[in-house]
């Protein structure tokens, strides 16, 4: 079975109500032209804008990502948002362990795990993020640290599970920086990924698990990283900001 590419944008902290409305509607009427079976678009607001999102999102082929979750259902969690709330606002996707969530707010591989298990259970589809700090890279640790990552985040997924998640290989120093993996950087991760997967949830079920780029896609770079097998896809930060931009990264990758 094929895997249907996935563009996903992500956009921090950014964007109000009315913003989001306005790029969704100008996403919409410049990819008429793309069909559903070409490839899946995802937008990730703030948490604020998300029903808006969704509410609009409904006439576009459009669908709606949280951020972050919080691994419990409600409770004393000030500033915290759960799965459940994530979809109630209209959400069907949500990235987990984000390279700036586990930097900066100390999401950590046995949190992932935790958020892994609630977005399942609220019914949302996880979009997990793994990937080494350019120091890692250096002292070599590329492909240790993804198994880490890999292993303790998806411990105790079954095959189906894996068949239906969305990895993102974000390298951290690509993130932002204008600097992207070059095709064989992330050729050899996206391939290292693809069979772990394939050796720990079984052939098929790794065979269907969408992995994405994601650091630096621009218009300019997609169509090398989007021809490589392993790559199923783009999640992106700053060139997602302008629907233009994010438009003209999924016409190119067509
Ligand atoms: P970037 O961000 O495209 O701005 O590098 C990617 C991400 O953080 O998901």
Redesign the pocket.
Known sequence: MPRIPVF?A?W?MHKTVLETVAWIREFAALSKALSADAAEIIVAPPFTAIAAAAETARTATVCVAGQNLHFEREGAFTGEVSGAMLKDAGADFV?IG???RRRLFGDTDAWVNRKLIAARLAELTPIV?IGETLEERERGETLAVLDRQLKSGLDGSSGDQIASLIL?Y?PVW?????K?ATAAEAGEAHTHIRKRLREWFGGAHGDRCRILY?????PENIRELIGLEDVDGA??????LEARSFAAIVQNAQ
């Open positions: 996903a992500n921090k990235i984000h390279s700036e993020c993102a974000e690509a993130i932002g920086t204008g992207n994601g650091g630096s896609v621009k999640l992106v930060g700053g060139a997602s």
